[in-house]
């Protein structure tokens, strides 16, 4: 697990944990980090993450992918897309396409701030970035509805997955929305039909044995926690429910699976605690943080060469200093984490 702090003056901005023992393995300090500025990290793919850095208005901060094991920072190019002056919502997506042995970043651009009563007035603007050609290529589709999260909270397969909603009249209509980040395409899930009370969901996603897991409220009660597996047969996409958990005693939000199927939930003063599905208990982590600072992706470290794409590294090196990286421990399994972005008015939407 890695933990990462935005905060304006921390100069070490991501502690790594063990993923098995929770217990702190070592500090890490992005490589650009300026006491004056802050950063975002908005996804993590094969031991590589994306950021923002400095935080300004995230349509025209600088984005970078960064690898804390060898040390490589890359910093993406500039679209060629002009942005407006104006507030605006922008969606990230990030990750590793393993049929084209590269890296992707999606960005979706909306012309406003986002509306959860209102479709989006204009369409918004489409592009993805390409690790290996350096450069963004506008996607020609139209969007009707808001992705309601600023990073993507799931990446498997090659596909990115958020949460979007519609509006129907007074109701409305949340669902799941995936980017193919090899065809550049957009599809529409289904939420699980039991899942649904008024059509809003209060949930997250999370990955684990490559599989998408949906952690929602049921509409019986806020108190329990029901995670649905999603699989695929010859109809589509179909839910399965795997199992309930019962927060009644706390209220807590689950973040992820760790690596033997247990859940680390996030209270809202920012503890963790970490639930087995097998004895159905909970045990405290004695970690603490800023509730609105924590946020979990699966790590592994790996030694790919940012420059090269996603190539590891070669037997000989030019002499173009990479040669000067200090680490090249290649296996250590975590999370990583920052900055979950909040809406009140749906509570926490991932």
């Known amino acids: 697990m890695l933990s990462c702090n935005s905060d304006v003056g921390e100069k070490e901005c991501c502690t790594l944990f063990c993923d098995e023992t929770f217990t702190k393995h070592k500090k890490l300090e992005f490589p650009l980090w300026e006491s004056t500025k802050s950063f975002e990290v908005f996804g993590c793919c094969n031991g590589v993450l994306f950021l923002l850095y400095p935080i300004a208005p995230r349509s025209g901060c600088n984005m970078y992918f960064w690898n804390p094991a060898t040390k490589i920072v890359k910093n993406v190019s500039s679209s060629i897309v002009q942005l407006p002056d104006v507030p605006v919502h922008v969606v990230f997506g990030f990750g590793c396409v393993p049929k084209l042995d590269e890296y992707k970043v999606v960005r979706i651009l909306y012309s406003e701030q986002m509306n959860l009563t209102d479709p989006p007035k204009l369409p918004p603007i489409v592009e993805v970035y390409s690790l290996k050609t350096d450069s963004w290529t506008k996607i020609e589709v139209d969007l009707s509805y808001?992705?309601?999260?600023?990073?993507?909270?799931?990446?498997?397969?090659?596909?990115i997955y958020?949460?979007?909603?519609?509006?129907?009249?007074?109701?409305?209509d949340d669902f799941i929305v995936s980017f193919d980040m090899a065809d550049h395409v957009f599809e529409e899930i289904k939420l699980p039909k039991s899942c649904l009370d008024d059509g809003a969901l209060t949930g997250?996603?999370?990955?684990f044995c490559d599989s998408l897991y949906l952690f929602v409220h049921g509409p019986e009660s806020l108190d329990w926690w029901h995670i649905w597996l999603m699989k695929e047969d010859c109809s589509g996409k179909v839910w399965c429910h795997q199992f309930k958990i019962d927060c009644s005693f706390k209220i807590s939000w689950p973040l992820c699976f760790i690596k033997n199927g247990e859940v680390i939930f996030e209270s809202i003063e920012g503890d963790l605690s970490?639930?087995?599905?097998?004895?159905?208990?909970?045990?405290?982590?004695h970690f603490q943080g800023n509730?609105?600072?924590?946020?979990?992706?699966?790590?592994?470290?790996?030694?790919?060469?940012?420059?090269?794409?996603?190539?590891?590294?070669?037997?000989?090196?030019?002499?173009?200093?990479n040669e000067k990286v200090e680490s090249q421990t290649q296996s250590q399994e975590s999370f990583t984490g920052r900055g979950r972005q909040r809406n009140v008015h749906m509570k926490k939407i991932c």
């Open 146 to 159: 808001f992705i309601t999260s600023h990073m993507a909270k799931a990446f498997l397969d090659g596909s």
């Open 274 to 285: 970490l639930y087995d599905p097998m004895n159905q208990q909970f045990q405290d982590l």
């Open 291 to 321: 509730p609105e600072m924590i946020e979990l992706f699966a790590y592994k470290e790996s030694l790919v060469l940012l420059d090269l794409g996603t190539k590891s590294w070669p037997s000989k090196f030019p002499d173009d200093g």
């Open 204 to 207: 997250s996603f999370s990955v």
């Open 162 to 172: 958020w949460v979007a909603r519609k509006v129907n009249e007074t109701l409305y």
